[in-house]
């Protein structure tokens, strides 16, 4: 492992033990007495306001890929599942995390962030889909609440490892790693508390998330497949530490079992019901209809084939991959892979091609990349704002005015396209 990975996640760790300390220091007017029940352990606005302010530390310190593109995608994706879930009146907001690590977490108020290595691992929409429902499972059945209450129990204890942390540091540059080890050995003293409440609640999670996948028209076996998936990276890491989403939702052989069985007898369900129903119609990886996307329709296909060929998921799959990830190693990565490897020459890796190369500065190039995918799919709006990114970058600034002229008479409330312009 190294250096970086795990000063990002103790990063992480400190954004939220601190804010659950200040959160135990608050004054009795600003938070309510939290007791046994679930339901009534914090208000539904007071949720809100901790999830919003940890959201807002981890943007000032740069750990949010804010793109209005692939932030509307990742929130229309959430809210056709929240439509679909056991509260989809509650609140919800969907991010992605600048981190290469495979991982995806709720915070309090309905926050759900996915990192970009989870979005990247992916092989498809539904397995993407899959992980963002067991959120939405962990916000729906209260997990987040109990988790607070206990998170109050242990606040002093944090606060003594924050403190410590804070006094290795002071030693200097001879502290080396000290406040790393602070840090960790005081993680230890909560983690097998932590384990025992996560089992639980992980398993309660996947099979909320699993209904919720079906309801929406995703493929219900993509959750245990997506679990089997992590464990086979597990078991092809020569040694390797395990991904976090691993480590933060244990699998296991019967869970992965009880995934498979619980979206068996969904799907069996659905093949009794009417040939009218809703649900039928969804047709799992099949979807086809454009998704309404929030801030104005893109009004592209989704899904695993939409009716011109390209995917969208795979699309932002790629952008995710790049905009979180150096512009000039990917660059390198997609260029030696499209050489020597025939079955990556796709348009998803052309686009994620092309996307490294503007942003490392070599727009021409991008351009080079683009012009084949924009022959094969005229009008699409991701290729042609990619394009319009690439011309300006390449000094050609009023062929990229008149595509983006072009793409704000099409889609005017379309974000992405109105900073763009």
């Not at 490892?161 to 790693?177: C, P, W």
């Not at 079992?257 to 649900?279: F, H, M, N, T, V």
Request: hydrophobic residues 45%; contains cysteine.
């Amino acid at each position: 492992m190294t250096p970086r990975r795990p000063a990002k996640r103790l990063l992480t760790a400190l954004i939220l033990a601190g804010l659950a300390f200040a959160a135990s220091a608050q004054d009795d007017s600003r938070l309510p007495d939290l007791g046994s029940s679930a339901d009534a352990l914090i208000s539904t606005q007071d949720a809100q306001d901790y999830g919003a302010s940890m959201l807002r530390q981890m943007r000032a310190l740069g750990m949010v890929v804010d793109d209005p593109l692939l932030d509307d995608y990742v929130n229309d994706l959430g809210f056709r599942l929240v439509a679909s879930c056991a509260k989809p009146r509650d609140h919800f907001q969907f991010f992605v995390v600048k981190d290469d690590e495979i991982n995806a977490f709720a915070l309090p108020g309905g926050y759900i962030a996915v990192n970009s290595g989870l979005i990247a691992i992916t092989r498809s929409e539904s397995e993407l889909a899959g992980v963002i429902a067991h959120e939405i499972g962990h916000i729906t059945q209260n997990h987040l609440q109990r988790a607070f209450e206990d998170s109050k129990k242990n606040a002093p204890l944090m606060a003594l490892v924050l403190l410590g942390a804070i006094a290795a540091s002071t030693a200097g540059r001879s502290a080396g790693d000290a406040p790393i080890a602070v840090l960790a050995g005081g993680q230890g003293l909560l983690a097998q508390k932590e384990i025992n409440f996560t089992r639980k609640d992980e398993i309660e999670a996947d099979r909320t998330g699993i209904k919720t996948l079906a309801n929406a028209g995703f493929d219900p076996d993509a959750m245990a497949a997506f679990f089997q998936h992590m464990e086979d990276v597990l078991s092809t890491g020569a040694g390797g530490e395990a991904p976090s989403f691993l480590q933060d939702h244990p699998v296991t052989s019967d869970r992965i079992a009880d995934a498979k069985a619980r979206a068996g007898a969904l799907i069996a369900e659905q093949k009794r019901r009417p040939s009218g129903d809703l649900l039928l119609k969804g047709q799992w990886e099949q979807i086809s209809a454009p998704i309404a996307f929030v801030h104005g329709p893109i009004q592209l296909e989704t899904g695993a084939a939409g009716p011109a060929g390209l995917d969208t998921y795979a699309l932002m799959r790629e952008r995710a991959r790049v905009l979180s990830g150096n512009a000039v190693r990917l660059a390198d990565y997609y260029a030696s892979n499209l050489k020597d490897k025939p079955g990556f020459d796709t348009p998803a890796n052309r686009y994620g091609y092309a996307l490294a190369l503007t942003r490392s500065d070599r727009g021409a190039q991008a351009e080079a990349q683009l012009q084949p995918l924009m022959q094969a799919h005229a009008g699409n709006l991701i290729l042609t704002l990619a394009l319009a990114d690439a011309e300006r970058q390449a000094g050609q600034r009023d062929a990229a005015l008149a595509l983006y002229r072009q793409l704000n008479q099409q889609s005017p409330r379309n974000r992405a396209v109105a900073l763009a312009y």
